[in-house]
């Protein structure tokens, strides 16, 4: 440790520390531009000067390492001279046009201009102008003259999102920060740099010019939209979300979020918004009250179950869905004597239910990532389902830790990957089995049964081995081995490799609240999610789901609605294909309109309340279960709050939930049998992948909007004898998609990868089945 003296204050701070650290750590303010403490070091704002006992000028404090015995002056006359000839630089150049600056009210600028600026310019020459530049729809570059060259947009584009997208041109007072050749800004976590913009140059395209920051109310919340739970701080003006901004916790999403949660407020004032309880009679829709909607569900649901028995009900619910209304749903259902119950729409292969020795989760703290020797990542599109995961995977790579990735597209997850082995969906098992092989016979152990015949390649030799020898190691499952056919299969063979390596075995989990639904109890003894449709029910409840988007085979999932007498159809939004199936559109409210609960992936307990009021008449879907299971005269209804139901759910006051237990019990390894023919690889893309999402504007014109294509391998281009842009038919069953052809080599030989989760796909069968092709 080095002793420091700051301003009269002493402090020991670890040897590489800077000024600006040990600073931070006594509590004294140094003003300062382009530091950052999750960014690397650039000194180039100047800021920070300080004087330090014995230097011959001013230093910078984010860039001077701390010797021991040091003394600096932060405020001293030397010290405040170099800050404000500095300040003076800045402004030179800088516009006056703060009025109209949607920075203004939250600009470092602006604020330290107060403190250590002139009172008037000695610069009479014009001002330099840079012109504005357009860089996609959600980032807004129109006022580059405001640009102080801190840099922090080129770094975090480097260093957390992983792709330099942002770079300084020229030189001198010619300097600018631009995209190369005119490009966009891509980034799923592009919308941080407007964040770490110190200045009114990179501002939010979709809020611009729509209120002021002292407008706005500030409001904590948690994202719906992944499995981290990301702190968030929504601001409300008029009862309207206006913007939605990180709120900052280390432990979860560290400073950042990704752009879906950013942006995705959008949606929350969609004129598809959902405001009144919906009936169809007559094959007409009418907007009816509360009492009339709820009599004639409480009805419907009565006579199912009476004339045909609680089986021939089922209910399926989404992963956003809070732990209140998953297990108020459960208790209607069971209520009614049915125990078809389930939240995984997505997922096609249920061997693991009744088999778990509890509740499937990350297997560690979100924290613990960076301090991994080794991971392993099977089956994920890891970027784009889970960015801030990949975030903290990127940035344990750029250390020691060897990450390495086995999944189905060769997609770039910007990450210096240790290992990485694409293969068909198929084939997904064999690859894992042949690395639980080569640890198998690395630790000198007994091959499992099952695996005799698999052959062992270098890359499954050296993840193996990265595993083995690390300390501190984890194989992670994501949401493409949870969709697969083969789920249990590779379930059980990643903890034979956890037991074999000593790694931690851990989910990443599909959506924001996975965990918390096995926790509330959400899952079937009855039929499952694909059980209640490959068998029809005679009534089914949907919540927060839309299952031409949301289901592994939408094609099956349509076929059972249709045929059903009652379709109960809870969502905040007005679902145009649901308008031809559903009976009944309860208008419920989003997480930006109700009090509830999220699990995430680490088992961390996350309540949150509504910030604004609900729309319309629409209702917190625990409300509207809460007086459902009362107008049935169901006994245990009894709740006056949202706190109520949780602590009923999951116990009181914990920070954590118990149970939490990756252990699969009583499953064979036995590896699935080759499949012939052309198989479909089904991505969810991120601006696809919930209501939410589907209705920001804004999300929707990004590139990892675009509509789906049919995308496959130079090889497999071949053997079909077509041509790249060539529009082509896809079937599975009797469903079909017209799209056009694009090579990707990214794509495994023999598969095809076709899209999920948007309208053109929606007619389509199983995400990861057999698939044709012909020229349309």
Known sequence: MLEIDIDGKKAQVPDGSTVMDAAQQVGVYIPHFCYHKKLSIAANCRMCLVQVEKAPKPLPACATPVTNGMKVFTHSELAVKAQKGVMEFLLINHPLDCPICDQGGECQLQDMSVGYGPMKSRYSEEKHVVFHKNVGPLISMEEMSRCIHCTRCVRFGQEVAGIMELGMANRNMHSEITTFLGRTVDSELSGNMIDLCPVGALTSKPFRYTARSWELQRRKSVSPHDSVGANLVVQVKHDNVMRVLPRENEAVNECWIADKERFSYQALNSEERLTKPMVKQGGEWREVDWNVALDYVAHGLKDVAREHGGAALAALAAQSCTVEELFLLGKVMRGLGSSNIDFRPRQGDFAADGKRAGTPWLGLRLAEIKDLDAALVVGSFLRKDHPLIAQRLRQAAKKTT???????????????????????????????????????????????????????????QAIAQSLVEGEKRAVFLGNVATQSAAAAQLHALAQELARLTGATLGFLGEGANTVGAHAAGALPSGANARQMFEQPRKAYVLMGIEPEFDCANPQLVLGALKQASLVVFMSAFKHAPALEYADVMLPIAPYTETAGTFVNTEGRIQSFNGVVKARGDARPAWKVLRVLGNVLNLAGFAYDTSEAVRDEALGVGKEFITGLDNALNGVAIALPAAVSGLQRIADVPINFADPLVRRAPALQQTADAVAPSARVCEQTLGELGLTTGTTVKVRQGQGEAVLPLKLDNSVPAGCIRVAAAHASTAGLGEMFGSISVERA
């Open 402 to 460: 060897k990450v390495s990735l086995l999944s189905v597209a060769n997609d770039d997850q910007l990450i210096n990957l240790y290992q990485n082995v694409v293969v068909a969906p198929a084939q997904l098992a064999a690859a894992l089995g042949a690395v639980v092989k080569a640890a198998a016979e690395l630790k000198g152990a007994l091959v499992p049964a099952g695996l005799a015949s698999v052959t062992v390649d270098a890359s499954a």
